[in-house]
């Protein structure tokens, strides 16, 4: 066995490490372990590892791994084993940077006449340039003088569709179906029905059960029944009709639509106040 492989082993089982535990401690494998103790540092993956292994191995062992590394110096590989240096590369060296010189000192000598070609060529492109932009110029197409009439005249036809638009609308707001209730509780006046048609009347019940009787003008009573919960009873009114009443023997109960308006009937839940007989005016 080696001597610097003796004397690591004898390190190691004073310690009191087998080669397991000493593999634990380096994280060294096992076989490289066996293989620097028998000093066949042959089997170890290269030079280089040979010597970061040995001072793993001393310091897990608690040895001067400086010192023993110049001890055995003469046994242990070079991890950075010197190259000679010949002739022959010292005189490549040299040419080469005699060439480098030549090159260098050779581009010098034209440095003026490159200033002046980029100095041509700045001044071709300057030219080139202007000429360009003077055809853009002249090839432009002139804007004709009545512009701002016909300008004049989309804005006005802008703002007489904007102006057709907004009447319109207004109309439509104006001639929307209104129904409200007056001074007088359960009277309700109508306003802006379809002139010269029927106006259809929609009593339908919600929640429970309604006793309903619907009379024409003032005493010509046109039908009068009970509407289950979900059950609707439509009627048209004459166009020429002026007021027609509803009577609900269960107000709270009971759903109005007139010419697909909602009429909004309030809510009450005190049975004293559920029959109630409603009047419709139309103007």
């Known amino acids: 066995m080696d001597e610097i492989g003796q004397k690591l082993r004898n390190a190691r089982i004073k310690k009191g490490y087998t080669i397991d535990d ?11 372990l066996i293989a620097i103790e028998e000093g066949q540092f042959d089997h170890l993956p290269g030079d280089f590892y040979v010597r970061a292994f040995i001072k793993q191995y001393c310091e897990a062992v608690d ?8 001890e055995y110096k003469a046994e242990i590989p070079d991890s950075q084993p010197h190259e000679e240096v010949t002739q022959e590369d010292t005189t490549k ?17 034209y440095v003026p006449q490159i200033i002046v ?3 041509v060529i700045i001044i071709i492109g300057v030219i080139i340039f ?7 110029s002249s090839s432009q197409v002139t804007i004709p003088k009545d512009t701002s009439s016909q300008t004049t005249s989309k804005s006005k036809s ?6 057709k638009k907004k009447s319109t609308a207004k109309k439509a707001t104006t001639n929307e179906v209104s129904i409200k209730e007056s ?29 309903i009787s619907f009379t024409e003008g003032t005493s010509n009573m046109v039908w009068q029944q009970a509407i289950s919960s979900g059950d609707k009873k439509s009627t048209s009114v004459p166009a020429d009709t002026k ?9 709270q109960y009971t759903k109005i639509t007139v010419a697909g308006k909602s009429v909004d009937l309030g809510t009450t839940s005190n049975s004293s106040s559920i029959v109630r007989t409603l009047t419709f005016n139309i103007e």
């Open 93 to 109: 060296k040299r040419a080469i940077s005699e060439s480098s010189n030549s090159f260098l000192s050779g581009l010098r000598n």
């Open 117 to 119: 070609g980029i100095v």
């Open 158 to 163: 802008k703002s007489s569709s904007s102006t």
């Open 63 to 70: 040895l001067d791994s400086n010192e023993l590394l110049d």
């Open 183 to 211: 001074a007088t509780q359960g009277t309700y006046t109508i306003k802006n029905l379809p002139a010269n048609k029927d106006t259809d009347v929609v009593v339908s019940a919600d929640g429970g059960q309604a006793w």
């Open 243 to 251: 007021t027609f009443s509803i009577h609900t023997g269960n107000i």
């Open 130 to 136: 202007g000429m360009v932009n003077r055809s853009k």
């Open 22 to 32: 000493l593999q634990q401690v380096t994280k060294i494998q096992k076989r490289y």
